[in-house]
């Protein structure tokens, strides 16, 4: 039963990383559509850590939006499972109770946000601001 319960876990963690490969190619792709829109914003005033924090904050809210989202939901089949097969209440699955596991894989995913949105945002803060202005304009 422990293999199993290992493959799973595993699997959890596949699945995770790759969620952050989608992440990264997600705010890769919207830092392109938008660099001319943050270019501005530099040209405007704004510091280059500004417009760099602020593609962090994008990676760590949408990777704990996903992560709380993923939790929310396995709590949510445990309820119905539980209802449906009464040894999973045995077996100390609860949609009630949090384990302290969950809280690593909270914090895991929020790191996994980190660094999907690290290259990005290194990305936008090395832009020539000219060169980027005058391909948009």
Known sequence: FGSIIEGARLFGWLLALSAGLSLFVALWNATRAREGDLALLRVMGARPSTVFGTILIEGLLIAAIGALGGIAA???????????????????????????????????????????????AIRIFRVDLATTLARYS
């Open 74 to 120: 396995a709590h949510g089949l445990i309820a119905l499972a539980s209802a449906s097969f009464p040894t999973l209440d045995e077996l100390g699955l609860s949609a009630m109770r949090f384990l302290p596991g969950e809280g690593v894989i909270l914090i895991a995913a929020l790191a996994i946000g980190l660094v999907a949105a690290l290259i990005p």
